[in-house]
């Protein structure tokens, strides 16, 4: 019924920049939020930004002033600008998202199905 499907990743250099994008569609009614998530090998998965319908944001304490999260409500999309990034930053960054859907109040939480960042020199 609904799909996130992201974009972006690849292999960047120390302090170099990618833009990972997110986009979802379907039988989509409402968004309350849209985010990136991403998880390391041998760690948990975290949060890296989360940007609700109305435009608050929220970033991990290790992304700020680095990463830049905004959304295209009219597109369903969601976008993260990552900037000067590290090795440390390397994992797989997966869309999240709450979704309502046309016929249902109630609202869904859906994943991407990832995409690698990988940062080496």
């Known amino acids: 019924q609904v799909q996130l499907v992201e974009s972006g990743g690849g292999l960047v250099q120390p302090g170099g920049s990618l833009r990972l994008s997110c986009a979802a569609s379907?039988?989509?009614?409402?968004?309350?939020?849209m985010g990136w998530y991403r998880q390391a090998p041998g760690k948990q998965r975290e949060l890296v930004a989360r940007i609700t319908s109305a435009g608050s944001t929220n970033y991990a304490d290790s992304v700020k002033g680095r990463f830049t999260i905004s959304g295209d409500n009219v597109k369903n999309t969601v976008y993260l600008q990552m900037n000067s990034l590290k090795p440390e930053d390397t994992a797989v960054y997966y869309c999240n998202a709450q979704i309502g859907l046309y016929g249902s109040t109630l609202w869904y939480n859906r994943w991407g199905q990832g995409t690698q960042v990988t940062v080496s020199s």
């Open positions: 379907g039988s989509i009614r409402s968004i309350n939020y």
